[in-house]
């Protein structure tokens, strides 16, 4: 007889069967950083046996809600989701969901949950389960890894570029707010149009370290801003291309291949040997401009495939 209930304290969830992660660090820093509770956090039983869990965790949408335009204040997604991944998955699957989605009535109604085939073994039951849900595959995005192998990258010469510090960020933000316009990535526009170009825009920025705006840079022809690039770096996550993008009117142009040199080359320049960017599926352009860059989409399985339901319908479901 299957049971679900909420669990004591973060021991009690961590080292689910087949788990292939230790959650322990991360599920401590959430309750500490108050984003999750032990409230919000499951596991599902089979007699005495644990089988499967499934952890919460609520986030602001933006880091300041005057930027949120018509976004939601928070948004809710999953963590540690575990089942026994056997024939029986999607009965564990639907008792787990059905109560926990019961158990959240004061959270965002929006449940996003994301899959990855590097990092879930069980990549395929886990859409398998989600698309069974209700769940709909809000986006797909692949992975382009690109590795220092010791040459120096060409970056083509028509443009020149200013650092984020030498643009002013205002500056950067204002570039980046319009390049918003008409993007393929389906995330992008769900942001962009929500909170509107610079609120976007200012989120956006807040991701430029200290450490990185040697990396973030503004292309221009002739003194004109064309687009920009924005590299990231973390010693947890790894580096990657946060961000790129052309203003509208000078799209058709090739300069998306100049600012991913320039954006890869400052990557260098900085010493870092590795980036892992991924690109929406359905962004066929960008897809083709990476793999133009060097940036290779066969180097490792990294695919992320993002579901999002609302959790009335998901507690309704049968």
Not at 3 to 14: E, K, M, P, S
Not at 187 to 203: E, H, I, K, T, V
Not at 303 to 310: K, L, M, S
Request: some cysteine; glycine content about 10%.
């Amino acid at each position: 007889m299957l049971r679900v209930r909420t669990i004591h304290d973060a021991a009690d969830f961590v080292g689910a069967p087949g788990d292939p992660h230790d959650y322990t660090d991360q599920i401590d820093r959430l309750f500490t950083e108050g984003v999750s509770r032990p409230e919000w956090c499951f596991v599902i039983e089979d007699g005495q046996n644990r089988v499967g869990r499934i952890g919460f965790e609520v986030q602001p949408t933006m880091s300041n809600p005057t930027w949120l335009g018509t976004l939601p204040e928070n948004e809710l997604s999953a963590f540690g989701l575990d089942l026994p991944w056997n024939s029986s998955f999607e009965t564990a699957g639907r008792a787990l969901f059905a109560a926990a989605a019961g158990a959240l009535p004061e959270i965002p109604e929006t449940l996003e949950i994301r899959t990855n085939n590097e990092i879930h073994p069980h990549h395929r039951e886990r859409r398998e389960l989600l698309t069974a849900l209700g769940f709909d595959l809000f986006i797909e995005k692949q992975g382009f890894s690109w590795v220092d192998d010791g040459s120096a990258v060409e970056v083509p010469t028509r443009l020149t570029y200013k650092t984020i510090e030498d643009a002013g960020i205002d500056t950067f933000r204002l570039v980046m707010g319009q390049c918003g316009d008409g993007s393929l990535d389906r995330n992008d526009r769900y942001y962009w149009d929500g909170s509107g170009p610079q609120n976007w825009a200012l989120q956006m920025t807040e991701y430029a370290s200290e450490d990185d705006t040697t990396m973030w840079l503004i292309g221009y022809e002739n003194d004109e801003a064309v687009g920009y690039v924005a590299v990231g770096s973390d010693e947890d996550w790894g580096s990657t291309i946060i961000h790129v993008g052309v203003l509208p009117d000078h799209r058709g142009n090739g300069y998306i291949d100049d600012l991913i040199a320039a954006g890869t080359a400052a990557a260098q320049d900085h010493g870092i040997t590795f980036m892992l960017s991924d690109v929406d599926v359905v962004n066929l352009p960008m897809m083709a401009a990476m793999r133009r860059a060097g940036h290779r989409e066969d180097a490792r399985p990294w695919h992320v495939w993002a579901y999002r339901t609302d959790l009335s319908s998901l507690a309704a479901a049968p």
